[in-house]
């Protein structure tokens, strides 16, 4: 309250031990150097105040008493509550962009290093008080995968300690993804690296996070309470605000959680699962292991009627994204708990809040459906090209994993599933929210856009080389026709299927190589199968021969020939140029039928199968 004179006193809900009792610290502005004096039924209490900002203290009450402060003629009433007691969960993160403030590459290697650097302070706080011991959450999961790859054993060791004992806690989300452009199969892959890692040594994965994007689709809930995710925290950057426009904002917070942020609801999935949606002002209040505004915020929260005596507060090591993880709030939390009895500071966990919030959360709104996105859906069209073929590999990677399968069920082929690891990794990695170098122009820009599309192009390089081999195992363990070329057709979906077929007369070549053992004595490199990809001979390629199905029915085809590289087919030019010289580097093979596509109609292909087409010369015919 502010009368005459600018005197301005206020409780605060800051409570220290003073002797044997619990005093209250009540926040003075004073206009001038004076002897300040408070006085209710008979108690009277005197401090000097310097000019500005002081405290003073007065003994906690358990009903509201009023107190009459004076100072020279100024005089303020003040009534004094009973102070709730609270815990202040102190989170320390890293704000994850996969670029942003540097290459992806090079951004991937410093969060190497900062979580290297983090397992090291663990060290230094063994002997602190528990509320103190240093503490921190991974935003997301794939900087913590890049560690578990590249850094020194050791540590690796130590962090899956520090994950079990739920001392560091990752988050369940690969990145903080852009939901409308993941589907259904890329929300689930995006769970399953934690997940895969919780499963193998044993770690809870209990919460995620989504920050710095406006929005989120719906699916996101059903995913995350499928995979028994219980909290799900959200830092939405507030754009519309920015700059002074104070323009109408995307989502109404006030109106969901029925008090202004920080807050939460029960966000129920299209199937009627719930999870704790829990909100912030952005995703950190602080980087500064100090804590400087740790006080205004909670006299804040305290003027805004925040209802909960459990208070999370994200922070950050610097003002930067990507930042480091920093030693100082330990020593900054061990420090206030001995100064202060109330609010209580502790170095936390998102699990640590969550339990310890849960028993406050009776009376919580509940509400349904999604924040639609803004700016990173659209922004994702400015590489439309790898988007469309980063959106593809969703499905062709789901494909190319049960080819995979069939191969090791029909053929016994023990064939190795990283290439698809690759795949899923840098679909997730194209999918995230960051999508390039945050001044869009110059150098550097055109950089982190190259990186940026490189996600998308190796993981369909990837795919197709996984897709390619499975393939080709099955393919050589058919009958083959003893007088034409046999041509087999796969359907990796979950029903049968009839419908037109694309096939080139001359398949391109895949990543990779394999050495097997020649009868000569050298090593001769493969493609696939031991082999490597067929080129037709010409009867083929001039469409003079028949094509025949299984039951020896002939089938109805036309071959079309590209003769321009603008034709609107995938690697027109390439395909043209390729297809139109003789034999490939003066040897080898002449791959003309890379120019030619057999299209026909399949009909009846079986759910995870099969049909072989025999391609017989008329003359044979």
């Known amino acids: ?93 890293s704000h994850h962009d996969l670029g942003y403030t540097d290459l992806p590459s090079e951004v991937v290697r410093q969060h190497v290093k900062n979580l290297e650097y983090a397992v090291d302070c663990t060290g230094r706080t063994q002997d602190y008080p528990e509320e103190a011991k240093f503490r921190i959450v991974i935003e997301q999961f794939w900087s913590l995968a890049a560690f578990m790859q590249d850094a020194p054993p050791a540590k690796q060791a130590r962090m ?136 205004s915020d909670l006299e804040s929260f305290l003027d805004q009627g925040y209802p909960y005596t459990q208070i999370r507060y994200p922070v950050k090591g610097a003002s930067m994204d990507n930042a480091p993880y920093i030693f100082a709030y330990a020593d900054t939390v061990k420090q206030w708990n001995q100064e202060w009895e109330n609010p209580r500071l502790i170095l936390s966990t998102n699990s640590r809040f969550y339990q310890a919030i849960l028993p406050e959360l009776q009376e919580l709104p509940v509400h349904r459906g999604e924040v639609p996105g803004q700016d990173y859906p659209m922004g994702s069209l400015s590489l439309a090209h790898t988007t469309a073929q980063n959106t593809r590999s969703h499905d062709t990677l789901v494909q190319a994993e049960a080819l995979l399968a069939l191969a090791r069920g029909l053929a016994g082929v023990p064939l190795d599933r990283c290439l698809l690891d690759q795949a899923g990794q840098a679909i997730l990695c194209y999918d995230e929210h960051c999508f390039g170098f945050h001044f869009p122009c110059g150098p550097a820009a055109t950089a982190a856009k190259a990186e940026q599309e490189l996600f998308a192009l190796r993981a369909a390089g990837w795919i197709h080389a996984a897709a390619e081999k499975a393939k080709a195992e099955i393919a050589d363990r058919l009958p083959s026709a003893a007088d034409g070329q046999t041509l087999v057709i796969f359907n990796a979906s979950q029903t049968a299927a009839t419908g037109p077929v694309d096939a080139l007369l001359r398949e391109y070549d895949n990543l990779g190589q394999d050495l097997h053992p020649a009868t000569d004595g050298y090593l001769k490199p493969a493609q696939v199968a031991g082999r490597w990809h067929v080129s037709p001979q010409n009867v083929y390629l001039d469409g003079a021969f028949v094509l025949a199905d299984e039951a020896g029915l002939s089938i109805p085809f036309q071959i079309d020939e590209i003769t321009s590289a603008d034709e609107p087919e995938p690697y027109a030019g390439q395909r043209l140029g390729l297809g139109s010289g003789t034999r490939r580097y003066g040897f080898f093979e002449n791959p003309a039928g890379i120019r030619k596509t057999l299209r026909f109609m399949a009909a009846d292909v079986p759910a995870l199968g099969w049909k072989a087409y025999t391609l017989k010369p008329a003359a044979a015919g």
């Open 1 to 93: 309250m502010d009368i005459k004179g600018n005197l301005k006193i206020k409780p605060t809900c800051l409570l220290k031990k003073i002797g044997r009792e619990t005093w209250q610290c009540f926040s003075v502005d004073s206009p001038a150097a004076d002897i300040l004096t408070a006085d209710c039924a008979g108690i009277r209490q005197t401090w000097p105040v310097s000019q500005g900002q002081n405290d003073v203290f007065l003994p906690t009450t358990a009903v509201p008493r009023e107190w009459l402060f004076e100072s020279g003629e100024r005089r303020v009433p003040v009534t004094q509550q009973p102070v709730r007691r609270q815990c202040v969960h102190i989170i320390q993160s």
């Open 160 to 295: 899956i300690e520090l994950l079990r004992q739920g001392q560091f806690e990752v988050n369940a989300l690969f990145g903080n993804m852009i939901t409308e452009i993941c589907g259904s199969t890329g929300l689930l892959a995006s769970l399953q690296p934690a997940f895969a890692l919780a499963g193998q040594y044993g770690i809870p994965v209990r919460c995620a996070e989504h920050n710095d994007i406006p929005g989120f689709s719906w699916g996101l809930a059903r995913a995350l309470c499928d995979a028994g995710v219980v909290m799900l925290s959200v830092g939405f950057p507030q754009y519309h605000c920015w700059g002074g426009m104070q323009l109408p904002p995307y989502w109404l917070e006030e109106d969901l959680l029925g008090h202004p942020v920080p807050g939460g609801f029960w966000w129920e999935s299209p199937d009627g699962k719930r999870l704790l949606l829990w909100t912030d002002h952005g995703y950190g209040y602080t980087s500064s292991g100090s804590l400087p505004t740790l006080r």
